[in-house]
Nanobody, 115 residues
């Protein structure tokens, strides 16, 4: 039984920054496969950022250069630093594991970028 809890979302103006957190608990033994996703109203969930099995990072084209994924292995927490936010970044952001530890989607955290 693995649980992921997202936090840190909120309302921010264009050009602003937010830092999201994803705390993992339960039987998960590694957060190296963790990724961030987002879903805007009327759109499919899309990949935002994630770690590969080798510890490298991948980013969706729309967020490259603006978002940074990081982790604290001791805390089993993954972060998403979001800079230079744009209105099109508005979405519910979710974290999840790829592959073996993939879990049901939680409630996510709402990010709204608006002036």
């Amino acid at each position: 039984q693995v649980q992921f809890v997202e936090s840190g979302g909120g309302l921010v103006q264009p050009g602003g920054s937010l830092r999201l957190s994803c705390a993992a608990s339960g039987s998960i033994s590694s957060i190296y496969g963790m990724s961030w996703y987002r879903q805007a109203p009327g759109k499919q969930r899309e990949f935002v950022a994630g770690f590969t099995s080798g510890g490298s990072t991948n980013y969706g084209d729309s967020v490259k250069g603006r978002f940074t994924i990081s982790r604290d292995n001791a805390k089993k927490t993954v972060y998403l630093q979001m800079n230079s936010l744009k209105p099109e970044d508005t979405a519910v952001y979710y974290c999840n594991a790829r592959g073996f530890y993939f879990s049901p989607w939680g409630q996510g955290t709402q990010v709204t970028v608006s002036s």
